[in-house]
C-alpha cells in the first residue's frame, strides 16, 4: 500500500495543452511538495504547500487537505516541461513519503 | 551558488566492496538526508541529520552507515556492497523540516 499515490503514471501532450497531475494521500500531514525531476536526473523543488493554491510562472499547485488530494497544473505546456513529476509529502518531524512520479512528454 | 555536491556520479562496485558516496552543501543547512530511487518506486529515505553529530535512521537504512562531524559534509558508507543496493542515490538538504528541499544530481551505483 502506497501513502501517496499519483495519477496518470505517464502522460504525453501536445504543445501548448493544459496538463493536470494528481496526488492523493492517505495520511495526515504537515506540507506537500511537489518536485520535478529531469531526464538526467536532477530534481528541483517547485512547490511546497500546506493549503490553498500557489502559481509560478505556469505552474499551479493546489492542495485540498480535507479531500487529502492535491493537483500540480500546467498551462501553454512546452516540451522543456517533458521531466517526472513527484508529489512527496511530509508527516510531522523529518518522516516524507513519496510517489511514484508522474512521467509527461510535451510533443512540439 | 553550488547547492548540494555529491560524488560520485557513477560507480560499479563488486559484491562485497565497500564505498562512500560524498555529499556537501554550501548553504549552512542544518537538516540533511540521503535518499535512494529504485526503478519504478519513490524514493526513500536512508539516513538523515538534523545538525552536525547527530544522524538517524530513515526507511531503509540496513547496509549502510553514515557520520556528521561538519554542517556541511554528509557522506554516506556502504559496506560489503549486494547488488540490492544497485540505486541512484540522491542527497538532500533544507534548512529546516518545513523548508525548501535542495536535492544533489544523484549518484548511478551499480553492485555487480
Known amino acids: 500500500k502506497n501513502e501517496v499515490e499519483q495519477s496518470p503514471q505517464n502522460l504525453t501532450a501536445q504543445e501548448g495543452e493544459f496538463i493536470t497531475i494528481n496526488c492523493s494521500y492517505s495520511?495526515?500531514?504537515?506540507?506537500l511538495h511537489w518536485l520535478q525531476q529531469h531526464p538526467g536526473g536532477g530534481i528541483v523543488s517547485l512547490f511546497m504547500?500546506?493549503?490553498g493554491k500557489k502559481k509560478h510562472g505556469r505552474l499551479i499547485a493546489t492542495i485540498n487537505i480535507q479531500e487529502k488530494h492535491s493537483s500540480l497544473h500546467i498551462t501553454a505546456s512546452h516540451p522543456r516541461d517533458s521531466a517526472v513529476y513527484i508529489c512527496a509529502v511530509r508527516l510531522t518531524g523529518n518522516q516524507f513519503y513519496f510517489g511514484t512520479g508522474t512521467s509527461l512528454t510535451v510533443i512540439p | 551558488n553550488a547547492g548540494v555536491t555529491q560524488t560520485p556520479k557513477f560507480r560499479i562496485l563488486k559484491i562485497g566492496q565497500s564505498m562512500t558516496l560524498q555529499c556537501t552543501q554550501d548553504m549552512n543547512h542544518n537538516y540533511m538526508y540521503w535518499y535512494r530511487q529504485d526503478p519504478g518506486m519513490g524514493l526513500k529515505l536512508i539516513y538523515y541529520?538534523?545538525?552536525?553529530?547527530?544522524?538517524d535512521k530513515g526507511e531503509v537504512p540496513n547496509g549502510y552507515n553514515v557520520s556528521r562531524s561538519t554542517t556541511e559534509d554528509f557522506p554516506l558508507r556502504l559496506e560489503l556492497a549486494a547488488p540490492s543496493q544497485t540505486s541512484v542515490y540522491f542527497c538532500?538538504?533544507?534548512?529546516?523540516?518545513?523548508?525548501?528541499?535542495?536535492f544533489g544530481e544523484g549518484s548511478w551505483l551499480t553492485v555487480v
Open positions: 504547500l500546506s493549503s
Open positions: 541529520s538534523v545538525g552536525a553529530g547527530i544522524t
Open positions: 495520511v495526515g500531514i504537515s506540507a
Open positions: 538532500a538538504s533544507s534548512l529546516g523540516p518545513g523548508n525548501t528541499i535542495y
